[in-house]
């Protein structure tokens, strides 16, 4: 709890929320997490984030549980009846910082897995998005396609858009400030036998934390 509670200060400190967010049903992966409840009880959330379930489960996460905040109703009932309840956060995430351009997989609290990445270049305004997502596509193969690039990837693992983590066997370097100025069109790249492993322990639904 004190690994998530710490991780959640670091986002709060830095994390700019946007607002295109996969469409995954929140109530698949947030255990008894009640979007509307939420919205209901806590108005000004709502007018900051809007009420799409994702965006509530994402202030839940990253301020919500350090404020006290009750993710449902039976909790708030509990707690007024003097009960103890559990936050109930998610301890196994995909964590990017862009600053560190580092990717590490935490199971349990745990980094199990660990790389540097090359994100989205900042020099030509495509940054990687920043918040928290959920993949919600996995594909073992398959060509990313825009105005200027058509490449394949032997692993993709899209969070929101067409931002995803995947394998990039055409760079040589990752890490340091590459990012800057030869930079991806936004997505997360990895060398492959990154890519190659982290595909086969994540999941649809597994969260990634953008920082």
């Given at each position: 709890m004190r690994k998530w509670i710490f991780l959640s200060k670091r986002i709060a400190a830095i994390l700019v929320f946007v607002g295109v967010m996969c469409t995954i049903s929140v109530s698949a992966k947030a255990g008894d997490f009640d979007p509307d409840f939420y919205a209901a009880q806590y108005p000004d959330v709502v007018a900051a984030y809007g009420t799409n379930p994702n965006a509530l489960y994402s202030h839940y996460l990253t301020f919500g549980v350090n404020e006290h905040r009750y993710k449902n109703?039976?909790?708030?009932?509990?707690?007024?009846?003097?009960?103890?309840?559990?936050?109930?956060?998610?301890?196994?995430?995909?964590?990017?910082?862009?600053?560190?351009?580092?990717?590490?997989?935490?199971?349990?609290?745990?980094?199990?897995?660990?790389?540097?990445?090359?994100?989205?270049?900042?020099?030509?305004?495509?940054?990687?998005?920043?918040?928290?997502?959920?993949?919600?596509?996995?594909?073992?193969?398959?060509?990313?396609?825009?105005?200027?690039?058509?490449?394949?990837?032997?692993?993709?693992?899209?969070?929101?858009?067409?931002?995803?983590?995947?394998?990039?066997?055409?760079?040589?370097?990752?890490?340091?400030?590459?990012?800057?100025?030869?930079?991806?069109?936004?997505?997360?790249?990895?060398?492959?036998?990154v890519a190659n492993t982290l595909y086969d322990m994540v999941s649809v639904g597994t969260m990634v934390v953008v920082h």
């Amino acid at each position: 709890m004190r690994k998530w509670i710490f991780l959640s200060k670091r986002i709060a400190a830095i994390l700019v929320f946007v607002g295109v967010m996969c469409t995954i049903s929140v109530s698949a992966k947030a255990g008894d997490f009640d979007p509307d409840f939420y919205a209901a009880q806590y108005p000004d959330v709502v007018a900051a984030y809007g009420t799409n379930p994702n965006a509530l489960y994402s202030h839940y996460l990253t301020f919500g549980v350090n404020e006290h905040r009750y993710k449902n109703r039976e909790d708030m009932i509990a707690a007024q009846n003097g009960q103890q309840i559990s936050q109930d956060v998610p301890s196994t995430y995909v964590d990017v910082d862009i600053d560190n351009q580092t990717m590490n997989y935490y199971v349990d609290g745990v980094s199990v897995l660990s790389s540097a990445v090359v994100t989205g270049n900042t020099q030509n305004g495509n940054g990687t998005p920043r918040g928290v997502f959920f993949i919600d596509s996995k594909i073992p193969g398959k060509y990313l396609v825009g105005p200027t690039w058509n490449v394949w990837v032997n692993r993709w693992m899209r969070f929101t858009g067409a931002v995803g983590l995947h394998d990039a066997s055409w760079r040589s370097e990752f890490g340091g400030d590459i990012y800057t100025y030869n930079g991806s069109h936004g997505c997360v790249n990895l060398p492959s036998d990154v890519a190659n492993t982290l595909y086969d322990m994540v999941s649809v639904g597994t969260m990634v934390v953008v920082h």
